[in-house]
């Protein structure tokens, strides 16, 4: 039954960590368009739980997206310079939709397990019922 | 008649395998997204069960005697079809395949069991 039970911590360590994921790519294509915004993204680690001897994950902290930032052509924008560009943000959509698919598939397939685990122990409990 | 305790007692070791197989299948699915990580898995049942024979032990002082409990240990899944660029292992579908076998031996195990204790019970006679 202990078993059963860490399953549903493992599971559930991976359902927060997709989740977290997921909000950071909702945060980047809420900025798509914000002068000056890099990318957020986070990175994923395996981290072994001392209680349960189980490999659960946890999430690293926030990385911000290092590459320049795109010079738009606007002379018509506020924040443009005395060339007429002003900086851009680093989102590209196509790439966060591709993540939060992942993410999303990810977290659908941790949930499955997570159901699944429950059924088990629920089949488990049914015994003593009965 | 002094069969049955065997059967319980096999339906309970299938079941308790199940139950560490369901831990690594979790493990395996919530990393599926670390690079480097390799898939892994648990030795099947009737491996594990002819294997766990245990010796003959005739006192309870014998070595071995008590070794019906043994741990599992899992091992990397050497079969992986294919890794993906960031070094990764875990394929979804494969797991989704052994999360519904798992399921299906737990089911099993537990049917056993509760039908070896209707058998137990009716040869009490309640």
Same mark, same amino acid.
């Given at each position: 039954m202990s078993?059963l039970?860490?399953s549903?911590?493992?599971?559930?360590?991976?359902?927060?960590?997709?989740?977290?994921?997921?909000?950071?790519?909702?945060?980047?294509?809420?900025?798509?368009? %914000?002068?000056? +915004?890099?990318?957020? @993204? /986070? &990175?994923?680690?395996? #981290? =072994?739980?001392? !209680?349960?001897?189980?490999?659960?994950?946890?999430?690293?902290?926030?990385?911000?997206?290092?590459?320049?930032?795109?010079?738009?052509?606007?002379?018509?924008?506020?924040?443009?310079?005395? %060339?007429?560009? +002003?900086?851009?943000? @680093? /989102? &590209?959509?196509m790439? #966060? =939709?591709?993540? !939060?698919?992942?993410?999303s598939?990810?977290?659908?397939?941790?949930?499955?397990?997570?159901?699944?685990?429950?059924?088990m122990?629920?089949?488990?409990?049914?015994?003593?019922?009965? | 008649?002094?069969?049955?305790?065997?059967?319980?007692?096999?339906?309970?070791?299938?079941?308790r395998?199940?139950?560490?197989?369901?831990?690594?299948?979790?493990?395996?699915?919530?990393?599926?997204?670390?690079?480097?990580?390799?898939?892994?898995?648990l030795?099947?049942?009737?491996?594990?069960?002819?294997?766990a024979?245990?010796?003959?032990?005739?006192?309870?002082?014998?070595?071995?005697?008590?070794?019906?409990?043994?741990?599992?240990?899992?091992v990397?899944?050497?079969?992986?079809?294919?890794?993906?660029?960031?070094?990764?292992t875990?394929?979804?579908?494969?797991?989704?395949?052994?999360?519904?076998?798992?399921?299906q031996?737990?089911?099993?195990?537990?049917?056993?069991?509760?039908s070896?204790?209707?058998?137990?019970?009716?040869?009490?006679?309640?």
């Open positions: 078993d039970f860490s549903f911590s493992i599971a559930a360590s991976g359902m927060e960590a997709q989740a977290r994921r997921l909000r950071h790519v909702s945060e980047n294509i809420s900025n798509a368009d %914000t002068p000056g +915004y890099r990318r957020k @993204t /986070v &990175d994923f680690r395996a #981290e =072994i739980d001392r !209680a349960s001897g189980t490999t659960q994950v946890s999430v690293g902290p926030v990385q911000l997206d290092p590459r320049a930032l795109p010079r738009i052509y606007d002379p018509g924008h506020a924040l443009a310079d005395e %060339t007429g560009f +002003y900086d851009g943000s @680093t /989102v &590209d959509l790439i #966060e =939709i591709a993540d !939060a698919r992942e993410a598939r990810s977290y659908d397939a941790n949930l499955r397990v997570f159901d699944q685990t429950r059924q122990a629920q089949g488990l409990l049914d015994l003593l019922r009965r | 008649m002094f069969d049955i305790p065997e059967v319980m007692r096999m339906a309970q070791g299938m079941a395998h199940a139950a560490a197989r369901q831990v690594v299948i979790a493990e395996n699915i919530a990393q599926s997204d670390i690079p480097g990580y390799r898939a892994r898995d030795p099947e049942f009737g491996k594990v069960h002819a294997q024979r245990p010796m003959s032990a005739t006192r309870p002082g014998h070595l071995g005697a008590g070794a019906q409990h043994q741990t599992l240990s899992a990397i899944d050497r079969t992986a079809p294919a890794r993906a660029p960031n070094g990764n875990v394929s979804l579908e494969r797991e989704m395949v052994r999360t519904a076998q798992n399921r031996s737990h089911d099993m195990a537990l049917a056993v069991y509760s070896a204790r209707g058998i137990l019970r009716t040869a009490l006679g309640r």
